[in-house]
């Protein structure tokens, strides 16, 4: 099934710097760890102390320490809570770059909408509750329209939530408009197609 190094390596394209740019709501965040969504990451001390360094943020990427709490952090908070390991690689892909760039529930929620839209009206399967929790009647539902060779279609959809998203917080507050072609670079991530 999924092979988290792979999708890992994927989102880092992405998520690969330090950045602070006041207009954005995650705030200060390096390879995409937001200081206000994850005050307490044990990175943010090693961030600190390198922040007086002349090379700084350069300076970041080189300390093996700090990148093995990232690959860390990535795994445990984005990754196994949803199972990520029991899911096709190119599902698997989108969910995590979802659940990076908007939060782990949200993927879920995602997940949950594109496959309560694939089960005919309960003709498949029963609807699931949007509630963004990743549990056995979701993996259930999941590997149901696997089975069915239905991944392509499930990245779609959720690649256009995705997509959707971006743009209502754009239409909410225009200031986040400066962050449309990061956003939408993002909105076909998934490169890898490992349908059973």
Request: net charge negative.
């Given at each position: 099934?999924?092979?988290?190094?792979?999708?890992?390596?994927?989102?880092?394209?992405?998520?690969?710097?330090?950045?602070?740019?006041?207009?954005?709501?995650?705030?200060?965040?390096?390879?995409?760890?937001?200081?206000?969504?994850?005050?307490?990451?044990?990175?943010?001390?090693?961030?600190?102390?390198?922040?007086?360094?002349?090379?700084?943020?350069?300076?970041?990427?080189?300390?093996?320490?700090?990148?093995?709490?990232?690959?860390?952090?990535?795994?445990?908070?984005?990754?196994?809570?949803?199972?990520?390991?029991?899911?096709?690689?190119?599902?698997?892909?989108?969910?995590?770059?979802?659940?990076?760039?908007?939060?782990?529930?949200r993927a879920v929620e995602f997940l949950q909408t594109s496959l309560n839209c694939l089960n005919k009206n309960q003709e498949?399967?029963?609807?699931?509750?949007?509630?963004?929790?990743?549990?056995?009647?979701?993996?259930?539902?999941?590997t149901f329209d696997v089975k069915r060779k239905e991944t392509e279609l499930i990245v779609k959809m959720l690649n256009v939530?995705?997509?959707?998203?971006?743009i209502n917080i754009m239409k909410k507050s225009p200031t986040q408009e400066k962050f449309a072609r990061g956003w939408f670079?993002?909105?076909?991530?998934?490169?890898?197609?490992?349908?059973?």
């Amino acid at each position: 099934m999924a092979n988290f190094e792979e999708a890992y390596k994927t989102v880092m394209v992405y998520e690969g710097r330090y950045s602070n740019d006041p207009v954005d709501i995650g705030g200060e965040t390096y390879k995409g760890i937001s200081r206000v969504y994850h005050p307490t990451w044990p990175g943010w001390k090693m961030v600190d102390f390198y922040r007086s360094k002349p090379d700084f943020p350069s300076c970041l990427d080189d300390d093996e320490e700090l990148q093995s709490l990232v690959h860390l952090f990535y795994k445990a908070t984005f990754w196994d809570v949803w199972m990520g390991d029991h899911l096709t690689q190119d599902v698997a892909n989108e969910m995590f770059d979802i659940a990076v760039n908007m939060g782990v529930s949200r993927a879920v929620e995602f997940l949950q909408t594109s496959l309560n839209c694939l089960n005919k009206n309960q003709e498949l399967y029963e609807d699931l509750v949007v509630d963004g929790k990743f549990g056995m009647k979701t993996l259930t539902a999941l590997t149901f329209d696997v089975k069915r060779k239905e991944t392509e279609l499930i990245v779609k959809m959720l690649n256009v939530l995705q997509g959707a998203h971006y743009i209502n917080i754009m239409k909410k507050s225009p200031t986040q408009e400066k962050f449309a072609r990061g956003w939408f670079s993002r909105v076909e991530i998934q490169k890898i197609v490992d349908n059973p």
